[in-house]
Structure formats: C-alpha cells, structure tokens
C-alpha cells in the first residue's frame, strides 16, 4: 500500500499562503486520482479537493475554490495544496488521500496542521 506523508504546515497569519506537500511512497501513486480533506476541532472531515491521475482535472469545494489550487508531480510522488488568501476558518488537519473510486480511498497521510490567525 502506498505510504503518505504530508508537510508545509504552519501557523499563518489571515491573507497570508502555505503550500502543503503530500510525498508518497512509491510510483503507484501516479496512477490514483488523488484528494485533499481537512478536518478542524469539533468538526467533520471536510472533502477540499481532487485532481486526476494525470493532473489534468480538478475539483474544488466552494469554500476554497479561487484561493486553492492543486497539483501534481507525479515524477516525484508528490501532489500539493498551494492555499492563498487563507482565513481562519481554513484552520485544520489536512490530509492527502488516494482515490480509489467515488467516497473509496485506499490510503491516507497522517496529516498536517494548519493555523490561521485573524
């Protein structure tokens, strides 16, 4: 099963931007569709967004579509989360996941925090 790990998570203050990075295992990861959720205290995991095995499509949830944009390198195992205009409702765990077919993931990062200060 491929391995997830994420990074670039911080404190931030509102307006500002981090990238997040989500570096798999191995090369199989190129072939998985590939998703972004967060989850903040007290809430449910939140879907953010996906984009396809080639990079080539992307979906985004209302609530960061124009502030998010996902990509991939899938020379080097690795999708990202480039967030800019964040607010503080945007503070979460985020997590990468492997999309395996419609609401099916095969794998999950271990997650990354993100804490956006007003």
């Known amino acids: 099963q491929v391995q997830l790990v994420e990074s670039g998570g911080g404190l931030v203050q509102a307006g500002g931007s981090l990238r997040l990075s989500c570096a798999a295992s191995d090369g199989t990861f190129s072939s998985y569709a590939m998703d972004w959720f967060r989850q903040a205290p007290g809430k449910e995991r939140e879907f953010v967004g996906a984009i396809s095995w080639s990079g080539s499509s992307t979906e985004y949830a209302d609530s960061v579509k124009g502030r998010f944009t996902i990509s991939r390198d899938n020379a080097k195992n690795t999708v990202y989360l480039q967030m800019n205009s964040l607010k503080p409702e945007d503070t979460a765990v985020y997590y990468c996941?492997?999309?395996?077919?419609?609401?099916?993931?095969?794998?999950w990062g271990q997650g990354t925090q993100v804490t956006v200060s007003s």
């Open positions: 996941a492997c999309e395996v077919g419609v609401g099916a993931y095969d794998c």
